[in-house]
């Protein structure tokens, strides 16, 4: 370079502001994304820094609980908001105020609840877990992913991936069951089908795993509350959905509102920044949960808002959601030196890199579509049938009376019957009861004409006393051959803040089950609901019983393709259904009693009236004995085990294996088994199929230790099949 240029250039450098620099390299697409962020946060004032790790809402809220805001009310330079309208406009008219009138033109990310669905709203989560396929979940949420991108929303808050052994508590229905395994596993395909390969697509979202952690242990199922968790139980049962679901590159993870033995899980510093951040090396975005912020106050954690955010902050929470704590106290805070600016530097930090990964300095605006363009696309109607059809599980089939033989007259009876509101289930995202097809419509049109052979009434509501509706429901069921009754829980009584002091059904329900009974038709029960139910009482009066969840817009379509025999059911449990109530926490992976013969209920049975892991076929399959290629092995060696399972039925059908692991003798108790693999095939009626289960000693026979080591011991190991078992010996 001559003198002449060197002297041109260094002039030019002295001319320009710091801020004109960095403002060149962090608009550079092509550079780096770490260079990026570091060249933006390096021109930031505290206050710009501190708007990033706000975040308030906007729009129409249909939720009650939360009011969306205006545009004119937000500041520019906000770093996220909660979007809650279903098409782009009112986010580009916030975008453009965020762009053109913030000094440092910083586009916002927006987020949203769609759980189960955008506006093509499939089975809740906790049905999609007993579908036991994961590919097929991730494809829906790679449906839900486009629906809400192309709807303004970038962040979904979703895999919720809290293990939940208590059915009052109305929030199991938003995770995957009981099991850390079967959480873990779908954590990732969400993740997977979210965020695809790369999140700046026209069609993907950020995931946010939550609610970090422990909060399926409220006590007594109440929801918000207290939750005691030792550290063992915290690596054993609660982190290895988190884990899992890391390792699967979540851009998001939100926290909890319990208190962990002690520390509210929104300023816990060993989840957040020593497990989270730390061990995990997890480089994403931790955002609170609604106000949890300001709730350390009523939490006992915080004399004030000014000093719950200090607690947040310093224990790593990077967003405040609509707290304004960080907004009123942040700047503050590191003025006066409580909260170093690293602190707040890392957390912005995080927040730029999401953008960037969202590719929101790129295409800050999301182009007008329409509904049609977006939503209800039949190929993405055909997964939510496809996953209801799977995800719905054969309790009971007395005598084979399911499928039905043609021509049979029958009675759909109950409040359930024409319902379509309540199959969405909780948290339907933008998706509308006018969607959804109810059962009365999927057996109409199963079974054609004549109507003749389809009756229908009411019999009662879902709640109250009222008996009036009996006698007509008497009436219609005496004109049948049977009776397929449709009973379980309104759309509000599961999800958020809808805990519950009993799972049974109301009475008024029970006693119209009574009713039918007395008809001495044969009774086909359909329940459709958002945890599992107490049925001791219903059961018996029952021929067979089909629980059908929640399945969102596909509904009554699957539930008919079973009844008549269209679709064999493949689904199994992923949550115990308990004998009653009073049996809860009732779950499978639990450990063994000091007397095992001993300590049951003298006044009911202790077993749960179905099992983690049931589900009953139109086919019968038989499993072989397994076989593994090695009886003996090294702690860094392999082993696969295999079985074989032949359908020994009439019916071609989908059978899920559960490899389960137990390790009877440890340096710490195990839980009796614990699931660590699972395969569904379809076989053919008569046909015999392999699965396998490739074993790697640390990962599956091991366990994590309350300081989060994880080790395997020397000794024997059972792995169990179906009714089989096979030792293996680890040395
Ligand atoms: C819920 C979260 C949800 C958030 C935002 C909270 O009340 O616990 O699951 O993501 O609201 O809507």
């Known amino acids: 370079m001559n003198r002449t240029i060197i002297i041109g250039t260094v002039a030019l450098l002295t001319a320009l502001s710091p801020q004109t620099l960095w403002a060149q390299i ?16 390096s021109c930031m004032t505290l206050e710009e820094k501190v708007l990033q790790l706000h975040q308030r809402t906007i729009g129409k809220n249909k939720n009650s609980n939360n009011i969306g805001e205006k545009i004119k009310d937000i500041p520019a330079g906000i770093g996220s908001l909660i979007y809650y309208e279903d098409w782009p406009e009112v986010r580009n008219d916030m975008q453009k105020k965020a762009m053109e009138e913030s000094r440092l033109g910083i586009p916002i990310v927006f987020g949203y609840d769609a759980i189960h669905g955008y506006r093509t709203i499939y089975p809740i989560p906790l049905a999609q877990a007993c579908a036991w396929n994961p590919s097929l979940a991730e ?9 809400a991108r192309m709807s303004g929303v970038d962040w979904t808050f979703s895999p919720m991936i809290d293990v939940a052994r208590d059915p009052r508590w109305g929030r199991v229905a938003e995770g995957y069951g009981e099991d850390p395994y079967t959480n873990g596993v779908f954590a ?43 550290r063992q139980t915290l690596w054993d049962t609660y982190l290895p959905p988190y884990e899992m679901g890391v390792k699967a590159g979540a851009a998001t993870v939100m926290s909890a509102f319990n208190d962990i033995s002690g520390t509210p899980a929104t300023a816990h510093p060993y989840a957040l920044k020593e497990i989270l951040k730390g061990q995990w090396a997890f480089d994403g975005v931790i955002v609170s949960d609604w ?20 607690k947040s902050i310093r224990a790593g929470l990077d967003i405040d959601m609509v707290s304004e704590g960080y907004l009123n106290h942040l700047a503050e805070l590191v003025k006066e ?39 209800l696309r039949p190929q993405d109607v055909a997964i939510a049938e496809r996953l209801a059809e799977e995800s719905m599980v054969l309790l009971k089939n007395k ?20 319902e379509q509101e309540a199959l969405l289930g909780s948290w339907k995202g933008q998706g509308k009861a006018e969607d959804v097809t109810s059962i009365w419509e999927g057996m109409r049109k199963e079974i054609g004409e004549p109507d003749s052979l389809l009756l229908y009434a009411k019999g009662c509501d879902f709640e109250k006393e009222d008996e009036s509706g009996f006698a007509e429901a008497r009436a219609v069921a005496g004109k049948a051959d049977i009776v397929v009754l449709c009973l379980g829980e309104k759309r509000s009584w599961s999800g958020e803040n809808a805990s519950r002091s009993t799972i049974a059904l109301p009475n008024i329900q029970e006693r119209l089950a009574e009713e039918m009974q007395k008809t001495g038709k044969p009774i086909v029960l359909l329940l ?11 059961e018996p009066l029952c021929d067979a019983i089909l629980e059908i969840w929640q399945p969102g817009i596909a509904g009554g379509r699957p539930v008919a393709g079973i009844l008549t025999g269209r679709i064999n059911p493949s689904g199994k449990l992923a949550m115990t259904f308990p004998y009653s109530t009073g049996q809860i926490p009732v779950y499978y992976n639990r450990r063994g009693s000091a007397r095992r013969h001993q300590g049951f209920y003298q006044d009911i049975t202790s077993n749960p009236l179905y099992s983690f ?18 009886t003996t092995i090294g702690k860094d060696g392999t082993v696969t085990v295999g079985v074989e399972v032949t359908n020994t039925g009439q019916y071609d059908g989908t059978e899920t294996v559960h490899w389960y692991v137990s390790d009877p003798y440890c340096s710490i108790t195990r839980p009796l088994k614990e699931l660590k693999y699972f395969e569904k095939q379809l076989i053919k009626a008569g046909e015999t199929r392999k699965f396998h289960f490739h074993i790697d000693p640390l990962r599956d026979l091991g366990y994590v230790d309350g300081s989060g080591k994880r080790f395997v011991e020397s000794g024997e190991y059972v792995i169990s099949v179906g009714k089989e078992q096979i030792k293996i010996e680890v040395k």
């Open 337 to 375: 030196g409580s909260v170093p600016m690293e602190e707040v530097d890392e957390a912005v930090r995080r927040v730029l890199r999401l953008k960037f990964r969202l590719g929101l300095f790129e295409r800050p605006y999301t182009p007008e579509s329409s509904e049609s363009e977006r939503f």
């Open 188 to 230: 990732a395909a969400s993740v997977r089908g979210y965020q695809g390969n790369k999140m700046d697509s026209k069609e993907n979202v950020a995931a946010c795993l939550k609610h970090y952690v422990g909060y399926g242990a409220s006590e007594a199922g109440r929801d918000y509350v207290y939750t005691e968790i030792s």
């Open 528 to 538: 459709s609901n958002g945890r599992p139910l107490e049925l001791c009482r219903i």
């Open 139 to 147: 494809k829906a949420c790679a449906v839900s992913a486009r629906e």
């Open 399 to 418: 005598d084979n009376i399911l499928p039905l033989t043609a021509g049979k007259r029958i009675a759909l009876i109950g409040p359930m019957a024409k």
């Open 291 to 310: 106000a949890a912020v300001k709730q350390l106050v009523p939490q006992g954690f915080a004399s004030s808002l000014k000093e719950a955010s200090l």
């Open 613 to 630: 892991g049931y589900g009953l076929s139109y086919t019968t399959f038989e499993y072989g004995t397994p076989r593994a290629t090695a």
């Open 26 to 41: 962090y608009k550079d697409r092509h550079a780096p994304i770490e260079e990026r962020v570091e060249d933006l946060l």
